[in-house]
């Protein structure tokens, strides 16, 4: 198999066995493959397309694949406990046994959030600069905070704002 290589320019380059042209060796994706240069053999155009010729050839295949996903939860848990491992170092486990500890209420304003749809759930809030978990907020309590950048005297102030024109 073609290995990757460095072409005059300096540049890293492979030749693609799909549609047998030198490409960048950023074209292809990446293979854990003893004995590999660490990229496929194919370029990810020749793979996309072979994957939707597939695709189209077999539709129900790719309906069963996904009701499969569907029904055994790999498609919701997967992608989630991906994002939870890379963003915070944290299990969905994890994750949930925090929501489970807050009653699956906002730590900041207390809305329950117990009966509401998975993507409307609590978030995991954490500081920007440390990368610490602090806990789990709704959407809005977060975004707010986030809005703030943070920032404990501007929301102090903001509070001040709040009570000097509070018009109840």
Known sequence: MPAAYINENG???????????ILPADRFGKSTKDGSDGLRVRCKPCVNADSRARSASNPDMV???????????TFARSGRRHRFKVKYGLTPEQVDAMKLAAGYRCEICGKDLSDEKPRATLNVDHCHKTGKIRGVLCPNCNRAIGLFGDNVD????????????DTR
């Not at 309906?63 to 939860?73: D, F, M, P, V």
């Not at 501007?154 to 024109?165: D, S």
């Open 154 to 165: 501007a929301m102090a102030n903001a509070i001040l704002y709040l009570k000097r024109h």
């Open 11 to 21: 540049e890293r380059v492979k030749l693609c066995l799909g549609c047998r042209v």
């Open 63 to 73: 309906r069963r694949h996904y009701e499969q996903k569907l029904a055994n939860g």
